[in-house]
Every structure is written in C-alpha cells, then in structure tokens.
C-alpha cells in the first residue's frame, strides 16, 4: 500500500528479518509474487506514449492495469507499466519520466503532496478518493486469547502468545519493507512501547497474508498491520484493535530528511483518517487534457477496490486479465467518465 522504495527513509538497521516461518513463506512465494508482477510492469515503456506506475499491492496493481486498459480503448494512447516506490514516482512525475500513479495514500505521502503538488505544482492529486482506514489487526483466536487493544501488545504475556519461532517473543507483520505505512507502524510500536517484547516483521503482502490465513487455519494468534478496503476482512473473521483516538497533538511524524526521522516520530495514537487518489504529472495533464478530466472522474468504491484485491491476492489473477475482464463489463461507466 504506500512505498518508501529507495527514497532514504528506511533506516534497515531496525529491520529483523523475520522468524523462520516468515522467510521460509517468502522463499516459497517469492517465484510467484515475481511472475505476478512481471505481468504488469513489462511492456515496451520506451515506446508507450504514457507510463503509468505499478505499487507492489494488489489494488494498485488492479488499478494501474484498469487505466492502461481504459485510456488505451478510450483515448487510443499505449500505456507502459513500471514498478516504482512512492516517492520515487513522486520524483518521476515532477521530471516526466512517469505520467500517472494509479493510488496515492494520504496521509502516508502528505510531505510529497506538499511538496510535489502544493508547492512545485508538478502533481495533480484527483479530488475524488476512495475513504479508507489504516491500523492493526487481531485474528479470532487472538482476540479470544485477550489480545483486544494495542495496549494488550505491551503485555509480555500476550505478546508471548504471538510466538512462532519458539523464542518466547511474538512477531508482528507490519507491512512490505518499502511501505510508508510500515516505517509508521514501527514508530507507533515505539511509541506505544509494545517493541520491547514483540519483532517487527517487513515481508510483501502476499507473506504476509499467507501468515494470516496460515494462523487462522491453525487457530493460533495473530496481530498484523491491516487496512480497508481489503479482502482479509472478507476471508477472515479479524478485528481492528482497540485504540486511542486519533489524536493530532500526538500524531508527530517527521520529515524523511531527517535521517533519523524514525526516532525524533512519536505516533501513540489511532492512524489519522486515511483515502487515496489518483495522480498524474501536471505536464502530462496539460499535453492530455482531456486524460486528465478522465482521471478526475474516476470513481473507484471500497467495495470494487476490495473485489480488486480478492481477485489478484486470493484468486491469483493475472492483474492485465482482470483489467480485460473489468473495463469490458464497465464500458458503459468509463464512457461517462470520458465524457466532457
């Protein structure tokens, strides 16, 4: 979901790397999560006459595809696909290299926004953004376990109970290593404290989610990062921990030219209501005017945006497949966002 790819956040120091279940699970999807990906990142991009951006989860994927697909049907314009991090695309719009990001998460990339849209006005954001919601999860048998609230994470008792290496220390799933959202897991597992006795694991989604369906089929508990629209809530039934209430004095992120923004951050508090939008490179838009008013109608749902992740997560389909699938049976929908 929102990436920090080589853009000098990461501090790798603070990364484990993971229990055995974790990286064994990596080792086995790995050929698959790079077959998946391969299909939507390697069309002839020096040849397109645009280039859209492919995130590493799966609604961005579905999503990036269903573009290419429309604007090639709609405006006769070939699409190139190209995997790149967040900020790397931010960058990329700015310089023309890149000419339309599929889902940017707010308020993930706000310091982007800021400077890329506000300031340099080298971005457009769509107004239109599809509500969302960011936090942790618990699994069934860990919310019967006692596990109902981040405070129950800071309990070495419980957080023993999330142990799958057998160290007596329980794991977390915090996200893909190049996720934003991530790196801010890890600073409110700092600030809330629940570090101390709990590894913080950064693996892909498709890791991730395996460890989820893994844990549930074992009955054994689990707290991972999770947001909406997703399917885990479809497939699974998990709840959202409790939490304090998102509070704005306590929400302090600093900016990632810092380089060590992770420890001058403190997060001891509920995510801030969250959405994402599509973005486009203002000079694309200005060239493509009427791609651009096409962008800013599209009105993607939660729902669509969760059948989009079912659809490549858990049914394996080829995102460009699906994509074929999705604008043949919404021809009438993107004719309208066409329209003047």
């Not at 050929?31 to 645009?50: I, M, P, R, Y």
């Amino acid at each position: 979901m929102r990436q920090t790819e080589g853009d000098g956040l990461r501090q790798t120091r603070h990364t484990p790397a993971g229990p055995p279940q974790f990286t064994r699970r990596a080792a086995i999807l790995a050929a698959t999560v790079s077959l998946l990906t391969a299909s939507v990142s390697l069309g002839n991009v020096q040849a397109a006459d645009l280039v859209i951006a492919v995130p590493n989860w799966p609604s961005g994927q579905a999503t990036a595809n269903i573009l290419k697909v429309a604007i090639g049907k709609t405006f006769g314009l070939e699409a190139g696909l190209r995997e790149m991090g967040e900020l790397n695309a931010f960058a990329a719009l700015e310089t023309g290299e890149l000419d339309i990001h599929p889902e940017v998460w707010r308020p993930n990339l706000d310091a982007a926004i800021e400077k890329y849209v506000a300031e340099k006005k080298a971005v457009v954001l769509a107004k239109r953004a599809v509500p969302a919601w960011q936090g942790l999860c618990a699994t069934e048998d860990a919310e019967k376990a006692g596990i109902k609230s981040v405070k129950d994470l800071s309990d070495p008792q419980k957080g023993a109970l999330l142990d799958t290496d057998g160290d007596g220390r329980g794991e977390l799933w915090i996200g893909a290593a190049t996720w934003t959202s991530a790196s801010i897991e890890r600073i409110r597992a700092l600030s809330y404290g629940y570090s101390r006795n709990l590894a913080l694991v950064e693996t892909e989604e498709d890791v991730g989610m395996a460890a989820v369906d893994a844990a549930v089929a074992t009955s054994r508990p689990m707290v991972f990062a999770c947001y909406a629209p997703h399917n885990v809530f479809e497939l699974h039934k998990v709840t959202r921990l409790k939490e304090p209430a998102y509070d704005s004095a306590k929400w302090k992120i600093a900016p990632g030219s810092d380089p060590l923004w992770i420890e001058h951050s403190k997060a001891d508090t509920a995510w801030p209501p969250s959405e994402f939008h599509i973005a486009w490179s203002a000079s694309f838009g200005q060239k493509h005017a009427d791609v651009a008013a096409f962008l800013e109608k599209v009105d993607l749902t939660p729902e669509e945006v969760t059948a989009m992740t079912y659809a490549l997560q858990v049914e394996r389909q080829p995102p460009a497949d699906y994509a074929e699938k999705w604008v043949a049976e919404n021809a009438a929908r993107i004719e309208g966002w066409a329209k003047p």
